[in-house]
């Protein structure tokens, strides 16, 4: 399906903890998806993309690495298509990134990450939406 072919990507350094950086991403269970129920709590990446929840399916929470790596390193963990790499860099450029600790890749087309960008998102920065491998 086209709209899955489409990957939303962050990048980044982090100095949080794996279980800190993790907790970013975690969905609550516990009111067994009813989002109306006042106790549901959105999780720190929902809050951020503007989304009650995301499909675990699509996204790609690589752990992060202890110290920082090469961007073509990173994108080897990404599911973007390596002709968009050369893009991806530079946009990496723009941001001053040029290694890095942590990737995070969600495919979903009809994703439209809330503008402004935000500065943080859990360290690491949104590039944008590329096409997938």
Known sequence: MERYNKIHLWIGTTNKTEAEYQQYFELDYSTEGDFETPNYKLCPFCQDIGKQWYDQDFIGIIPRFEN??????????????????????????????????????????????????????????YIGMFEGD
């Open 68 to 125: 920082e790596i090469s961007l073509d390193e990173i994108l080897e963990h990404s599911s973007t298509d390596p002709a968009e790499w050369e893009k991806i860099k530079s946009i990496c450029k723009d941001y001053n990134i040029e290694k890095a600790n942590a990737i995070l890749w969600y495919a979903d087309g009809e994703l439209a990450v809330p503008k402004p960008y935000k500065e943080d998102y859990n360290g690491l920065k």
